[in-house]
């Protein structure tokens, strides 16, 4: 571990192409070719577990002995991760970045430094020699890959507030593009695992990390069978649950009502549709007067909302929960509620009407059942 610690220095001196560093070029996935149907999707890791296993791995044990959920050659693909969020710790890219990094090289080459697939593409990110990366030789060097990915992701403008599968997206420009998503789970764990045996490494994930292993992107329904949904329409084929709970279903009924209305910041929700802005939804009044007309008080903000009624995990979500997203599980900047069918219903942001969204664009920090 002395000469792991030794050679994070050594990171920031590898060579990158200062050239169209922001280059966010189509890459390719040999991986991303099977089919979803076989992917593991992996909610309920246990993160102890993962971290005592990398920890043995890192320290030099037989890697014969050792499983990890996820991963079928640790002993190959641990110290490819480990090279992933070392690049990104010595870049000071936040913890968040290094998550996407994994849950990438995850869906594109499952943590292998593969000499080959799709055309051209090459390495762990499998990315393209022939659309600018660098020559074949550099795709296939893991730290030099690793720092021509986060260079592009931190090009991207607010990449901190899309989920794992935009950001990820946003620097691959991949023909699987919702696929990043269940990985997120397992790449979360290794990061903690691995960032853990840098001194000082993470301190910047707080709830966040801790909430992000047990809080999935990976459920039943995504509403992605839904297809493309216009904005402030409601999804052909969507009912909402028969078994949903009496005062879910009036609130869904009464937040439904509102689709089209623009959002406005600091708005109250007491009268979306009429000539006053200031009577129009933002996200979590939105939320309050919904649940009003239910017969039941919800405080004003996201950020006091998170704390409403008891916490539920993703997998056991029922119509009428709350969402949450963005900023951190303790502190989250928007609020939504969960329809059922993998869809829920949004005051968005400014500029943008009340409408209904597919579970799979959101990052789940947290869920609220407020009945």
Same mark, same amino acid.
């Given at each position: 571990?002395?000469?792991l610690a030794?050679g994070?220095?050594?990171?920031?001196?590898?060579?990158?192409?200062? =050239?169209?560093a922001?280059?966010?070029?189509?890459?390719?996935s040999e991986?991303a070719?099977?089919s979803?149907a076989?992917?593991?999707?992996?909610?309920?890791?246990d993160?102890g577990?993962?971290?005592?296993?990398?920890?043995k791995?890192?320290?030099?044990?037989?890697?014969?002995?050792i499983?990890?959920e =996820?991963?079928?050659?640790?002993?190959?693909q641990?110290?490819?991760?480990?090279?992933?969020?070392?690049?990104?710790?010595?870049?000071?890219?936040?913890?968040r =970045?290094?998550i996407?990094?994994?849950?990438? *090289?995850?869906?594109?080459?499952?943590?292998r430094?593969?000499?080959y697939?799709?055309?051209d593409? #090459?390495?762990l990110?499998?990315?393209?020699?022939s659309?600018?990366?660098g020559?074949?030789?550099?795709v296939?060097?893991?730290?030099?890959?690793?720092?021509?990915?986060?260079?592009?992701?931190?090009?991207v403008s607010?990449?901190?507030?899309?989920?794992?599968?935009?950001a990820?997206?946003?620097?691959?420009k991949?023909?699987?593009?919702?696929?990043?998503a269940?990985?997120?789970?397992?790449?979360?764990?290794l990061?903690?695992?691995?960032?853990?045996?840098f001194?000082?490494?993470g301190?910047?994930?707080?709830?966040e990390?801790?909430?992000?292993?047990? #809080?999935?992107d &990976?459920t039943?329904q995504? =509403?992605s069978s839904?297809?493309?949904?216009?904005?402030g329409?409601?999804?052909k084929g969507?009912?909402?649950?028969?078994?949903?709970?009496p005062r879910?279903?009036?609130a869904?009924?009464?937040?439904?009502h509102?689709?089209?209305?623009?959002?406005?910041?600091?708005?109250? &929700?007491?009268?979306?549709?009429g000539?006053?802005?200031?009577?129009?939804?933002?996200c979590?009044? $939105?939320m309050q007067?919904?649940?009003t007309?239910?017969?039941?008080? $919800?405080?004003?903000?996201?950020?006091?909302?998170?704390n409403?009624?008891?916490?539920?995990?993703?997998?056991?979500?029922?119509?009428?929960?709350?969402?949450?997203s963005?900023?951190?599980?303790?502190?989250?900047?928007? *609020?939504?509620?969960?329809?059922?069918?993998?869809?829920?219903?949004e005051?968005?942001?400014?500029?943008?009407?009340v409408?209904?969204t597919?579970?799979?664009d959101?990052?789940?920090?947290?869920?609220?059942r407020v009945?």
């Open positions: 571990m002395k000469a030794a994070i220095g050594v990171v920031v001196l590898s060579p990158f192409l200062l =050239g169209g922001a280059m966010m070029m189509a890459t390719s991986a070719a099977q979803s076989s992917l593991p999707c992996l909610p309920d890791l993160t577990k993962v971290t005592e296993q990398v920890t791995i890192l320290d030099g044990a037989d890697v014969s002995d499983a990890i =996820g991963l079928d050659l640790p002993g190959e641990i110290p490819n991760a480990q090279t992933i969020v070392a690049t990104g710790i010595s870049l000071h890219v936040p913890t =970045g290094q996407v990094a994994l849950a990438t *090289v995850m869906q594109e080459s499952r943590l430094n593969l000499a697939g799709d055309r593409s #090459l390495g990110f499998q990315q393209r020699p659309q600018g990366w020559t074949a030789e550099q296939r060097d893991p730290v030099y890959a690793s720092e021509r990915f986060y260079k592009a992701l931190l090009q607010g990449w901190q507030q899309l989920t794992v599968t935009q990820a997206q946003a620097v691959q991949s023909g699987y593009p919702d696929a990043y269940q990985w997120k789970p397992l790449a979360t764990a990061q903690k695992a691995i960032a853990a045996t001194p000082g490494a301190d910047d994930a707080g709830q990390a801790d909430d992000a292993s047990s #809080l999935s &990976c039943t995504d =509403g839904f297809g493309k949904i216009p904005e329409a409601v999804p969507y009912k909402i649950p028969r078994d949903a709970d879910a279903r009036k869904i009924v009464w937040a439904m509102q689709l089209g209305t623009m959002y406005q910041w600091g708005g109250t &929700c007491t009268t979306p549709h000539p006053d802005p200031m009577g129009r939804c933002d979590s009044s $939105l007067q919904a649940y007309k239910a017969g039941i008080q $919800l405080t004003r903000t996201t950020y006091t909302q998170v409403e009624g008891k916490a539920v995990s993703v997998k056991a979500m029922e119509p009428g929960d709350l969402i949450f963005r900023g951190t599980a303790a502190r989250p900047e928007h *609020v939504g509620m969960y329809l059922g069918e993998g869809l829920v219903i005051a968005p942001r400014t500029g943008r009407p409408r209904i597919p579970l799979k959101w990052d789940v920090l947290a869920v609220r009945l």
